[in-house]
């Protein structure tokens, strides 16, 4: 691909998470975005399970039956001349890990927020980790069309809570049964909520920052109140400043309702706007690859097993960083100096896929994996020689030991096992003398989803006993002496044989480091 249509297919992408705590709308959204690019005709409902409309992606199903997402989904379409790469991400909690490592493959964020709830616990946690990132962050105030808080509140608490500038690019005209419109600050024009109330018509431009007074709106108290609202607003708040927008300091605010799709288009074309195309990657010496680079790199940030049950695959997710990737290309597993041919590649649209020709940086790209691949792997073209960032990883809290019910199903057992760690939401671990298999995740949940899928992708049943909460810290190989086990701290091993101790609460380890004060203990993060 020559330098300068590589520059515009770059410039055209536009590759961002969804992030909010449950039931926020995350996905609901998201479903409404894929609608207006096309990529789907009908928009499925979380909550309609009795309809069998389940949202698009949410393709696990165990996600259909619970009516939630616990594992990250990608999907791509393109609209007003951009590419578009959306990645819904789990709002719960136990499936943070999934969340912040999917942080680090896109270029900007939409942090969607209850209007009746506010800033929830995960919405703050997950936050943290884009403003860590310095990337943009755009925020949808949702669910306008159930009664909920004050917005100047929300945008108050949005401002305290995660200390970040907030600029309202509309505001609503009433909410819940009294919901009237958006007067929409940005674009100079008010969006109707019910444009059968105005000739049909969805929008009514202003003029000198009002509507026209023959509008059955004008006279409407709540539309007065807004008027005032809005102007102390434009004179006491923040300066829309895109500078600011682009380093993560400020974050445009709109309002809307997902569910009864008001507000969303204005929200996608004006994100599609400021939102930033690809950015240049950090390698692990500090060095930046831009991605105008004619040579191919990515890194793989995801690894899922099953999303076509019917063919028992593997799908390792890479994220371009830079250059152009084709069909049948060679590239180099950086970990390994292994050379791969990217034959059998994919892009995606929830549980759709096809086979791609080609792609470009920010773009999203799903390579079959027969076991090649690890969380964090660098690919690269030709002598491009680079390995990217390290991707974060968390040291479980909770503990569970784990055994096949039916000892016939053992093949099963161990290749569910295998391919369910390398996803990366649980973590595989044996003691270290007798080789039980001990699983850990960060939430209970992510017990109940391995369990779940171990039945129903590998036919195995499973038999879980709780361990409970544990500390788990690593030492090095050279310091260990198997008689430093104790009833107060297991020794096993991890999937990659580095030895760990779980110790049963924070005495224990205090115990441990007093009496050896010499051997390092280290956590993952």
Same mark, same amino acid.
């Given at each position: 691909?020559?330098?300068?249509?590589? @520059?515009?297919?770059?410039?055209?992408?536009?590759?961002?998470?969804?992030?909010?705590?449950?039931?926020?709308?995350?996905?609901?959204?998201?479903?409404?975005?894929?609608?207006?690019?096309?990529?789907?005709?009908?928009?499925?409902?979380?909550?309609?399970?009795?309809?069998?409309?389940?949202?698009?992606?949410?393709?696990?199903?165990?996600? @259909?039956?619970?009516?939630?997402?616990?594992?990250? /989904?990608?999907?791509?379409?393109?609209?007003?001349?951009?590419?578009?790469?959306?990645?819904?991400?789990?709002?719960?909690?136990?499936?943070?890990?999934?969340?912040?490592?999917?942080?680090?493959?896109?270029?900007?964020?939409?942090?969607?927020?209850?209007?009746?709830?506010?800033?929830?616990?995960?919405?703050? !946690?997950?936050?943290?980790? #884009?403003?860590?990132?310095g990337i943009p962050i755009f925020t949808f105030i949702n669910k306008l069309d159930r009664d909920g808080r004050e917005p100047l509140d929300l945008l108050e608490e949005l401002e305290e809570l995660l200390d970040i500038e907030s600029y309202p690019?509309?505001?609503? *005209?009433?909410?819940?049964?009294?919901?009237?419109?958006?007067?929409?600050?940005?674009?100079?024009?008010?969006?109707?909520?019910?444009?059968?109330?105005?000739?049909?018509?969805?929008?009514?431009?202003?003029?000198?920052?009002?509507?026209?007074?023959?509008?059955?709106?004008?006279?409407? /108290?709540?539309?007065?109140?807004?008027?005032?609202?809005?102007?102390?607003?434009?004179?006491?708040?923040?300066?829309?400043?895109?500078?600011?927008?682009?380093?993560?300091?400020?974050?445009?605010?709109?309002?809307?309702?997902?569910l009864t799709n008001f507000g969303v288009q204005t929200f996608l074309e004006t994100f599609l706007q400021f939102a930033p195309s690809p950015y240049s990657h950090k390698t692990e010496d500090g060095q930046e690859v831009s991605p105008y680079k004619?040579?191919?790199?990515?890194?793989?940030?995801?690894?899922?097993?099953?999303?076509?049950?019917?063919?028992?695959? +593997?799908?390792?997710?890479?994220?371009?960083?830079?250059?152009?990737?084709?069909? %049948?290309?060679?590239?180099?597993?950086? +970990?390994?100096?292994? !050379?791969?041919?990217? /034959?059998?590649?994919?892009?995606?649209?929830?549980?759709?896929?096809?086979?791609?020709?080609?792609?470009?940086? %920010?773009?999203? *790209?799903?390579?079959?994996?027969?076991?090649?691949?690890?969380?964090?792997?660098?690919?690269?073209?030709?002598?491009?020689?680079?390995?990217?960032?390290?991707?974060? /990883?968390?040291?479980?809290?909770?503990?569970?030991? #784990?055994?096949?019910?039916? #000892?016939?199903?053992?093949?099963?057992?161990?290749?569910?096992?295998?391919?369910?760690?390398?996803?990366?939401?649980?973590?595989?671990?044996?003691?270290?003398?007798?080789?039980?298999? *001990?699983?850990?995740?960060?939430?209970?949940?992510?017990?109940?989803?391995?369990?779940?899928?171990?039945?129903?992708?590998?036919?195995?049943?499973?038999?879980?006993?709780?361990?409970?909460?544990?500390?788990?810290?690593?030492?090095?190989?050279?310091?260990?002496?198997?008689?430093?086990?104790?009833?107060?701290?297991?020794?096993?091993?991890?999937?990659?044989?580095?030895?760990?101790?779980?110790?049963?609460?924070?005495?224990?380890?205090?115990?441990?480091?007093? !009496?050896?004060?010499?051997?390092?203990?280290?956590?993952?993060?």
């Open positions: 691909m020559k330098n300068t249509h590589l @520059k515009e297919q770059v410039d055209s992408r536009r590759t961002f998470a969804i992030i909010s705590h449950p039931d926020a709308g995350k996905t609901t959204i998201t479903e409404q975005l894929l609608l207006f690019g096309g990529a789907i005709r009908q928009a499925g409902t979380v909550k309609g399970k009795k309809t069998g409309n389940f949202a698009k992606s949410d393709w696990m199903e165990i996600e @259909k039956q619970r009516g939630i997402s616990v594992t990250s /989904s990608v999907m791509q379409f393109d609209f007003d001349g951009k590419r578009v790469n959306i990645l819904d991400t789990p709002g719960h909690e136990d499936f943070s890990e999934d969340t912040y490592r999917t942080l680090m493959a896109v270029d900007s964020a939409v942090m969607v927020i209850d209007s009746a709830k506010g800033i929830e616990a995960q919405t703050k !946690k997950l936050f943290q980790v #884009v403003k860590k990132r690019m509309n505001w609503p *005209i009433g909410m819940g049964k009294g919901l009237e419109g958006l007067y929409d600050i940005y674009n100079k024009r008010v969006e109707v909520y019910r444009p059968e109330t105005n000739n049909g018509e969805r929008f009514i431009p202003l003029v000198d920052g009002d509507i026209p007074s023959d509008s059955p709106l004008h006279k409407e /108290s709540v539309y007065r109140q807004v008027l005032e609202e809005v102007e102390l607003l434009v004179e006491a708040g923040d300066a829309f400043d895109t500078e600011k927008i682009a380093r993560g300091d400020q974050t445009p605010v709109f309002f809307g309702s997902a004619e040579e191919f790199s990515g890194f793989v940030f995801k690894i899922q097993a099953n999303m076509n049950p019917a063919h028992r695959d +593997r799908i390792a997710f890479v994220r371009i960083c830079s250059g152009t990737f084709e069909r %049948g290309m060679d590239v180099t597993l950086g +970990r390994t100096g292994k !050379k791969i041919k990217l /034959s059998n590649v994919t892009q995606f649209m929830a549980d759709s896929r096809e086979n791609v020709e080609e792609a470009v940086a %920010g773009d999203i *790209i799903g390579i079959y994996d027969t076991g090649n691949y690890q969380i964090g792997d660098t690919l690269f073209e030709g002598k491009l020689n680079v390995q990217y960032e390290e991707l974060p /990883s968390f040291t479980p809290e909770l503990f569970m030991k #784990v055994i096949a019910k039916n #000892v016939m199903k053992q093949k099963s057992f161990h290749k569910g096992i295998y391919q369910l760690v390398q996803e990366g939401a649980i973590q595989l671990y044996k003691t270290y003398l007798t080789e039980e298999y *001990i699983i850990g995740a960060v939430g209970q949940l992510q017990f109940e989803v391995f369990q779940h899928r171990m039945l129903n992708e590998y036919n195995a049943e499973v038999v879980m006993t709780p361990m409970g909460s544990k500390i788990a810290r690593w030492i090095k190989p050279e310091d260990l002496d198997e008689r430093m086990s104790s009833s107060r701290n297991i020794l096993a091993r991890d999937r990659f044989d580095q030895p760990l101790f779980l110790f049963e609460n924070q005495f224990a380890e205090r115990w441990f480091a007093d !009496k050896y004060p010499d051997v390092e203990l280290k956590s993952l993060l």
